[in-house]
């Protein structure tokens, strides 16, 4: 290597649970869906459970609620530019409203929104890779 030229750096490939892990540590990460045949990208603060699943919640009326039961892609990551590294999780699944009461108190309660507005929505999706 010579003076000037960045150092080589390449591309590891993370199993699920390292992945999973990597995206629980991460303050947010976007979710991207299809929004009137179009890709559409938000920005959101996520939870992730013991099975994976990923938990976001949103507004009513919401864009992401019309791509129910429709596959969407979740995205975080965390890159240091001047060294070149970092790492990024992209995982795909169907998105789903949550509708149990219990389910809705707790991520009310482990989860605060971005923004003034009132997020009062959950919606789940369990990767499918």
């Given amino acids: 290597m ?6 080589r750096v390449h591309m590891v490939e993370l199993d699920r649970d390292e992945a999973l892990k990597l995206l629980a540590e991460a303050p947010l990460g976007r979710v991207v869906f299809s929004h009137q045949a179009l890709p559409t990208i938000r920005p959101v603060n996520h939870l992730v459970e013991a099975n994976g ?3 976001i919640h949103t507004h009513p009326g919401a ?3 019309a791509a129910q039961s429709e596959v969407v892609a ?3 990551d965390d890159l240091a530019p001047a060294t070149r590294t970092g790492w990024s999780v992209v995982v ?3 998105a789903s409203q949550v509708s149990d009461p219990a389910e809705l108190a707790r ?3 482990a989860l605060t929104p971005w923004g003034m507005r009132r997020w009062t929505t959950w919606c789940g999706s369990g990767p499918t890779s």
């Fill in 2 to 7: 010579t003076a000037g030229t960045p150092p």
């Fill in 53 to 55: 699943d990923i938990v």
């Fill in 63 to 65: 864009a992401l609620l």
């Fill in 74 to 76: 979740y995205e975080a």
């Fill in 92 to 94: 795909s699944g169907t």
């Fill in 107 to 109: 991520y009310q309660a």
